[in-house]
Each structure stands twice: as structure tokens, then as C-alpha cells.
């Protein structure tokens, strides 16, 4: 039992890892919880039932306190994420059951093995398209005047007027229920997938994905966490810790996006994703028995992969630069 | 309604309610500290957080509609809880503020749309806990 100064470390300490994954997710549009979850399981030994619970505030208040930055820059659609938020919030209703249904039948080892390869899994499109600042244009199709998907906003690393015009709803909307569910399984705000939901099939400009996601992480984790508050899956202390925590790191990460190159952003986002995913897909396994090494050379080895990953895209991107002309300008 | 700019008023409702809630959230903390217990737990069994039988406190544990009572006792646990409930209509409000620009435009497709998102949060909040 800990006694009263080790309470209060203890506390500040959680709140740390907060402040942490409050400015990567903020940087990365991936909101809070995709980090805090990994950091609060695997660093901190928190039941993941409650870092889930305390993840899923931390990511509203992410979205809270950065999307009111990013509406006063007028770079999130608004538009468009409210026509989204109808399949991210019925998704996360049906995610948020079934990951009661998890907890209750002792399962909790697929919500580790499922979040670490969700994680993984969105590096891939946002690979391909390392160097896409803006777009390609595409021929806009029914729903982008429908469903309003055109826009502009002023870039101030480019120094201009940026005209975008989405497309493929449709194809938007089927991957935004995916990350309601996953945020309403996983606890996070499904960031990453809402993300690459804009980026790949809608094709919108990466600012404007980053600030919207941000923007509806918050509608998405709201859902989730009122049926989270009833299951008994938020512990007040470890949730207020981490959203002061979260709140401070995506109020300094926002401060930074606005002037960051998306390039930066992308790496970031990319070796993060690689260490925490295999790490959680090591614990998942582990906790069956299914992996044969001890803890430190789990991390040693996802920490391994992730930096040769990230070296490899690095010199990928020096020497076979893939979009050369948006390059050059920058 | 051309000169109301609606994203300065979301982006108002945001800061306000992040700031309310983290005001909350941080006197619940100093008044849990300073008191060393809440809502009849102590200060070590609140800050437990292993998840078995004999666990300390969850969300399961707080009944929403004794929050305004256990505020009005300067429980830190009802502070927190309010302070957390304040996250969540925060993010609400940005919908209804929207439902209110496009209901005031006129623009019957984004009212609908928007009904939607409501109802979808709504039915997490008030049948849900039915459901559990």
C-alpha cells in the first residue's frame, strides 16, 4: 500500500505520460489515448480496462482543448466532420459492447493483439503517400457538393491560399464507422483511421485531415466514454490525472502543427506507431502465453524495428523522394 | 445569421468547457489530497488501481445523479466526476451549436445529419445504461 508522498508522485507521474501522449497525439492527429493506452499498460502496469476508461477523457480533452485552436485557425472542416460523426458514433456504440463482452469473458489479450495491429496497420496508406502535402486533384464526384466536401484554408509554411475538394464519401463514411468501432473497442479516438479515412478515400489535404480528426475525435470519444462511465471502466484518479496531463501536451502540440512540415509529422507518427503496435501485440500474446522472451527483449526488439523502419523511410525519402515537385517547393 | 460566425462560437464553447472541466477536475484532486478520502473511500483505496474484487473505485461506483449532492459536500470524487461529465458535454455542445447554425440556415440536409450524431450520442448516454 502506498503511502501519502508516493500517492502524490504517483499522480504526477501518470500525469507526465499524459502530457506526453497529449502533445504526440495532438502532433500526429491520432489524439491521446492511441498513445496512453500502450504507455499506460506497458510502462506503468494499469489494467488496460482502466487505461482504456482514462484514455477515452483523455481524448476528448485532447479534442476539446486543440480543436478550439484549430477552428480559430479555420483549418478543420466542420462540414465535413459532422456528416462523418454519424458513422464514427453509431460505430463506437456497437465497439464500445463489444468490448464489454471482451472484459467480461476474460478476452482481454485480443483488445491488446487488435490495438497493437490497428496501429500498425495505419502506416501503411500513410507510407505510400509520405511526401503528399496537398493532393492530387481529383475529379469531384455527387457527394462532394452533397455533403459539402470543398473548402480552403490559408497554409502558413506554404505562404498561401490552399483550394481543396474531397470525394468518395461513401468510402470516407464505411472507414469512419471502423473507427468508431475501434475507438469505441481499442478506447481511443481512432485518430489514425479517421486520418487516413480523409487522407486516402476522401483526399483531402493533410492539415485539413489532422485539425477535422481532431475536431471529431472528441464527438466519437464522448459516445464511447458515457457507456465506458456506466461499465465501471473510468477510475477517477487515473482519469484526471492523465486528462490535466493530456490536456497541457495537446495545447503545446497544437502551438507546434501549425507550424510544423507534415513530413515531420508523418515520422513521428510512423515510429511511435511501429514501437507501441508491436509492443502491444507482444503483451497480447504474452498474456497467453504465446511468446517465449521476457519483457526487456520485447521492447528491445519492437524498438529495434521501429528505428530501422524509420532510418529505412528516412533514406527512402533522401534519395527516392516520391512527389518531387511538392518537395521542392517546401 | 450571415455575421454569427459559428466556428468562433465552437471554438468559445470548447476553451470554456475545457476550462470549467479542468478547474473541476483540479479542485477534486486538492480536495481528495487535502481531505484523504472521498465518497467514503480512503485516499489509498482510491488511488488503487488494480482491477479484481476488491478494487478500489471505478465509474460504476459514482451514480451520476448524486454528482450535484457529493459537489455541494466538496467530495473530490464528485468534483473529478463533474469535471469529466463537463468534457463530455463540451464535445456535445459542439453539436448542438451546429444543430442551431444549420437550423437557423435553413439547411434541412445538415439538420437531419446532425439529428443523427445526436441521437447516436443520446442513445449512449440515456438507454445504454438500461442495456448494462
Given at each position: 500500500m502506498l503511502n501519502f508522498i508516493g500517492i502524490i508522485i504517483r499522480f504526477f507521474s501518470i500525469m507526465l505520460a499524459g502530457v506526453f501522449s497529449g502533445f504526440l497525439g495532438s502532433l500526429t492527429g491520432l489524439g491521446g489515448g492511441t498513445i496512453l493506452v500502450p504507455v499506460l499498460t506497458l510502462?506503468?502496469?494499469?489494467p488496460i480496462i482502466f487505461a482504456t476508461g482514462a484514455s477515452l477523457i483523455s481524448t476528448i480533452a485532447t479534442s476539446d482543448g486543440s480543436a478550439s485552436a484549430y477552428t480559430k485557425e479555420k483549418i478543420a472542416n466542420v462540414n465535413l466532420s459532422i456528416s462523418l460523426e454519424m458513422a464514427t458514433t453509431g460505430g463506437a456504440i456497437v465497439g464500445s459492447f463489444v468490448a464489454i463482452y471482451m472484459y467480461a469473458h476474460s478476452l482481454s489479450w485480443i483488445v491488446y493483439v487488435i490495438f497493437g495491429s490497428v496501429l500498425l496497420f495505419s502506416l501503411y496508406p500513410a507510407v505510400k503517400k509520405l511526401h503528399s502535402e496537398i493532393p492530387k486533384k481529383t475529379k469531384p464526384d455527387w457527394s462532394t457538393r452533397f455533403f459539402k466536401l470543398s473548402g480552403s484554408y490559408f497554409d502558413e509554411r506554404l505562404n498561401q491560399k490552399i483550394n481543396y475538394e474531397g470525394s468518395r464519401w461513401y468510402l470516407g463514411e464505411t472507414i469512419m464507422f471502423f473507427a468508431g468501432f475501434f475507438s469505441g473497442l481499442l478506447g481511443i479516438g481512432s485518430g489514425a483511421l479517421k486520418v487516413l479515412g480523409m487522407d486516402w478515400a476522401l483526399n483531402l489535404p493533410m492539415k485539413v485531415t489532422t485539425t477535422t480528426s481532431n475536431f471529431m475525435i472528441g464527438i466519437t470519444a464522448a459516445t464511447s466514454s458515457t457507456i465506458y462511465w456506466y461499465a465501471g471502466f473510468i477510475q477517477p484518479m487515473i482519469a484526471a490525472a492523465t486528462a490535466i496531463g493530456v490536456l497541457i501536451g495537446a495545447y503545446y502540440g497544437s502551438k507546434v502543427l501549425v507550424r510544423i512540415s507534415n513530413e515531420n509529422i508523418r515520422l513521428i507518427f510512423f515510429s511511435v506507431l511501429i514501437f507501441l503496435g508491436l509492443d502491444m501485440i507482444f503483451s497480447g500474446l504474452d498474456k497467453i502465453n504465446l511468446v517465449f522472451v521476457d519483457t526487456v527483449f520485447q521492447f528491445s526488439f519492437a524498438a529495434a524495428i521501429a528505428v530501422i523502419t524509420i532510418l529505412l523511410l528516412f533514406f527512402h525519402e533522401k534519395f527516392m523522394p516520391i512527389g518531387g515537385k511538392v518537395s521542392e517547393k517546401l | 445569421m450571415k455575421n454569427f460566425d459559428d466556428t468562433m462560437v465552437v471554438s468559445h464553447f470548447l476553451r470554456g468547457g475545457s476550462i470549467l472541466s479542468v478547474l473541476f477536475i483540479v479542485s477534486g484532486i486538492i480536495l481528495l489530497f487535502v481531505k484523504r478520502e472521498g465518497d467514503g473511500f480512503t485516499l489509498q483505496q482510491i488511488a488503487s488501481y488494480s482491477y479484481s474484487l476488491a478494487h478500489g473505485i471505478d465509474?460504476?461506483?459514482?451514480p451520476t445523479n448524486s454528482i450535484i449532492q457529493g459537489v455541494l459536500k466538496l467530495d473530490g470524487i464528485y468534483f473529478i466526476a463533474l469535471g469529466l461529465w463537463l468534457l463530455i458535454f463540451t464535445s456535445i455542445s459542439v453539436v448542438v451549436v451546429r444543430l442551431v447554425w444549420f437550423a437557423a440556415n435553413k439547411d434541412k440536409k445538415f439538420v437531419i445529419i446532425t439529428l443523427v450524431v445526436l441521437f447516436n450520442l443520446f442513445f449512449a448516454m440515456l438507454i445504454v445504461p438500461s442495456l448494462l
Open positions: 510502462f506503468y502496469g494499469i | 465509474s460504476k461506483d459514482i
